[in-house]
């Protein structure tokens, strides 16, 4: 009875063992699961931030790529618009150049009864230029008894008198145009000087 009893508390301390043993690898086994769970987690949490990153670098690429075409886009319209501006220019000073022309034909004209003929077909190409040159923005600069002003004059001489005031335009040598406020060609002109400057100058060159 007693040999009877032992072996079965015995067996009961084994089956304690066994189950104790089942627990403990069971609880292994859970904890395992969980940190697999977390490290997934915290994987798929990176590969969220570096696809984000990567987003955020494409995005950056693609303003700077667009805002590259932009830039080039304009500096190309601006290109074009320079090279037909100076195309226009090129071919108004072309037509300045015959208008210097015929007004020097007008000039040279004789005073008398046949050349009033050659003077009105003259004086009518002229107007014709000039209408011309109007309808594109051009017009002339118109400096005479002003003030010399080197942005839309070029002096070519400086002459002593006492009918203009220091520094003013006297006269006029070859007409000066300007077109939408840019000079085209500056208008070359002679200044008055007065005669203590002009004493003055001759003194410092000496």
């Given at each position: 009875?007693?040999k009877?009893?032992?072996?079965?508390?015995?067996?009961?301390?084994?089956?304690?063992?066994?189950?104790?043993?089942?627990?403990?690898?069971?609880?292994?086994?859970?904890?395992?699961?969980?940190?697999?769970?977390?490290?997934i987690?915290?994987?798929?949490?990176?590969?969220?931030?570096?696809?984000?990153?990567?987003?955020t670098?494409?995005?950056?690429?693609?303003?700077?790529?667009?805002?590259?075409?932009?830039?080039?886009?304009?500096?190309?319209?601006?290109?074009?618009?320079?090279?037909?501006?100076?195309s226009?220019?090129?071919i108004?000073?072309?037509?300045?150049?015959v208008?210097?022309?015929?007004?020097?034909?007008i000039?040279?004209?004789?005073?008398?009864?046949?050349?009033?003929?050659?003077?009105?077909?003259?004086?009518?190409?002229?107007?014709?230029?000039?209408?011309?040159l109007?309808?594109?923005?051009?017009?002339?600069?118109?400096?005479?008894?002003?003030?010399?002003?080197?942005?839309?004059?070029?002096?070519?001489?400086?002459?002593?008198?006492?009918?203009?005031?220091?520094?003013q335009?006297?006269?006029?040598?070859?007409?000066?145009?300007?077109?939408?406020?840019?000079?085209l060609?500056?208008?070359?002109?002679v200044?008055?000087?007065?005669?203590?400057?002009?004493?003055?100058?001759?003194?410092?060159?000496?």
């Open positions: 009875m007693n009877k009893s032992s072996r079965q508390k015995n067996s009961n301390q084994d089956n304690c063992k066994e189950d104790n043993n089942i627990y403990s690898e069971e609880s292994d086994s859970e904890t395992n699961k969980k940190l697999t769970k977390d490290q987690i915290e994987q798929l949490r990176n590969e969220f931030v570096s696809i984000n990153d990567e987003k670098q494409l995005q950056q690429v693609a303003q700077r790529s667009q805002a590259d075409l932009i830039n080039y886009k304009n500096r190309t319209e601006q290109e074009k618009t320079d090279i037909r501006e100076k226009k220019h090129n108004i000073l072309k037509l300045i150049t208008v210097d022309d015929v007004e020097r034909a000039a040279s004209l004789p005073k008398n009864s046949d050349s009033d003929v050659w003077q009105t077909g003259i004086e009518l190409i002229q107007k014709t230029l000039v209408n011309a109007e309808s594109e923005g051009v017009s002339k600069i118109n400096p005479l008894n002003q003030t010399f002003d080197p942005f839309t004059c070029e002096a070519i001489l400086y002459q002593e008198t006492k009918n203009a005031t220091e520094g335009v006297i006269e006029v040598i070859r007409t000066g145009y300007m077109i939408n406020e840019k000079i060609r500056p208008a070359q002109v200044v008055a000087q007065n005669e203590t400057n002009k004493n003055q100058e001759e003194n410092n060159n000496a």
